[in-house]
């Protein structure tokens, strides 16, 4: 969905989880917080879900930015790593946009690219796995070539020493080549030639194959490749040929921020 408003029942069924968990924060004598990204952004009833956020758990939801997105995945995933004045930088492939960052101590620069695995997905239908695609090769390179487009602002950046990523497409990826639980896939190396491999691998499957493979998110399963070529295409124009795989993100950032 590039713009729109969002779907009833995913509208209705997120707003009982956040009750859910608005309920388990509360009855810990704490208050709960709200934060939402990408799809809300985009969403043009965004303010009135924004609204019953409030008025059910009585905290404001507050709508991020793309570079806020981009800067408190950089705080999270670096919070327990030493930069020793190196350039670092930290990826975040979400559903509805991909964002980058990156400094030496703090943020110095950051961007949001109007690309995401669902927004792939849903440009390129065919890599969904409603059916094995005829041609593999070919449903790549369009993927590919669409990707770049909207991820052409990451040339701008200076490359880093080091690059973390984070992102449900990546901790998922993380844990299918170590063959691990997504608790424990922090530090785990991820290259170029691993993500094509795994991306062709998935887009050979339709989509019930691919869910049921190991350590796949099952509601993931379906814009996987899309996310894996996103992610493959950043690190091209970022001229790297890997990243580490860092389980601390925005959300750690987001608290990181706001309690230290």
Not at 98 to 124: D, F, M, N, W
Not at 161 to 179: E, K, Q, R
Request: hydrophobic share 45%; aromatic share 4%; charged share 30%.
């Amino acid at each position: 969905m590039e713009a729109g408003p969002l779907d009833p029942e995913a509208r209705d069924r997120t707003l009982g989880v956040i009750e859910d968990y608005a309920r388990e924060v509360q009855s810990h004598g704490a208050d709960a917080a709200a934060i939402a990204t990408s799809a809300m952004r985009r969403a043009s009833d965004g303010s009135e879900f924004a609204q019953e956020v409030e008025r059910r758990v009585g905290a404001r939801l507050e709508i991020l930015s793309g570079p806020r997105e981009a800067e408190l995945s950089f705080i999270g995933a670096t919070s327990n790593r030493k930069h020793d004045g190196e350039l670092v930088g930290v990826i975040d492939i979400g559903g509805g946009s991909t964002e980058y960052a990156s400094g030496k101590v703090q943020v110095e620069e950051r961007v949001s690219c109007e690309i995401g695995a669902v927004r792939l997905s849903e440009a390129i239908p065919a890599l969904l796995g409603a059916d094995v695609p005829s041609d593999t090769p070919a449903l790549e390179e369009e993927a590919r070539a669409f990707a770049r487009i909207r991820l052409a602002p990451l040339k701008d950046f200076l490359r880093p020493s080091v690059v973390f990523a984070v992102g449900g497409t990546i901790f998922n990826a993380a844990a299918i080549v170590a063959d691990r639980d997504r608790e424990d896939i922090d530090g785990i190396i991820l290259s170029r030639a691993t993500l094509t491999d795994l991306a062709r691998r998935f887009l050979a499957m339709d989509a019930p194959v691919r869910r049921v493979q190991p350590r796949i998110t099952p509601q993931r399963a379906d814009i996987f490749p899309a996310g894996l070529l996103i992610a493959d295409e950043a690190l091209g124009i970022l001229n790297l040929d890997r990243f580490t795989v860092s389980q601390r993100d925005l959300l750690h950032g987001y608290l990181i921020e706001k309690y230290r």
